[in-house]
């Protein structure tokens, strides 16, 4: 199943949205942690505008990928730490370089992303 995947700051989870035909994306469930296939990394331009513009949080940056239905994962060595902030780019980044696909991404409890950026 195809999601979008972003941290909720409410409920200090993460939110995971589907895609509805003709309604566009919709909460599908709050998750800990998730593990993810085939991500594409997304920020919205206009999204990052509006923060940029109004020093206010607003979700605009999204995982968007292929919901594993096993959702623990082990981090190996090889696993990058992914991390975006509108204040510092447009990207998503891992070891300072900018993403925009990966393998796959497991999202943590504590708010950590990890990303395989090839297998």
């Not at 909720?8 to 035909?21: A, D, Y």
């Not at 309604?23 to 990052?48: E, Y």
Request: aromatic residues 14%; positive net charge; charged residues 30%.
């Amino acid at each position: 199943m195809q999601v979008r995947v972003y941290y909720n700051l409410h409920r200090k989870v993460w939110s995971v949205q589907h895609k509805i035909p003709g309604k566009g994306w919709r909460i599908f469930k709050h998750m800990p942690t998730i593990l993810l296939d085939d991500v594409s990394w997304k920020v919205s331009a206009a999204g990052r505008a509006r923060v940029l513009r109004e020093k206010r949080k607003n979700v605009h940056a999204y995982a968007v990928g292929t919901l594993y239905m096993q959702s623990w994962r082990r981090i190996r060595e090889d696993w990058k730490q992914v991390r975006y902030n509108p204040y510092e780019g447009d990207h998503f980044q891992a070891d300072g370089k900018p993403i925009t696909n990966s393998d796959q991404a497991f999202f943590q409890e504590n708010r950590e992303v990890w990303a395989c950026l090839s297998r």
